[in-house]
């Protein structure tokens, strides 16, 4: 990059983390959080993320007491996993020091 262009992107390059980020998919905020470096992320104020799920990724299994315990589903593959949900919450917790966010999660559930 000449050294124009790289004056202009670091005067400019805040900006971009001023916005809203806006995502559609688990999958995508966990590879934003694994491809920016952390000082930017920790710019990030707004995000919005909606996601519908199309099957649980969570299973009742039973146990000797007979209640019940929450594991996760071993058929589902990502991004409807529940290891990329885990990461997808540790990426709200870690990374961003959120001033303005929006989750719209739709998906089945099951009662006991």
Known sequence: MSSHCSV?????????????????SLDTVV????????????????VRLQDKFPYDF????????GKFDIMPDPSRVPPYDAETWEQTAACWQVYWDLKNYKWTLEG?????
């Open 8 to 24: 202009r992107y670091s005067e400019t390059v805040n900006l971009l983390y001023d916005n809203m980020f806006d995502f559609d």
């Open 31 to 46: 590879s934003l959080s694994r491809t920016v470096l952390k000082t930017r992320l920790d710019r990030i104020r707004k």
């Open 58 to 65: 969570y299973v009742k299994s039973d146990v000797p007491d």
């Open 108 to 112: 089945l559930y099951w009662t006991s």
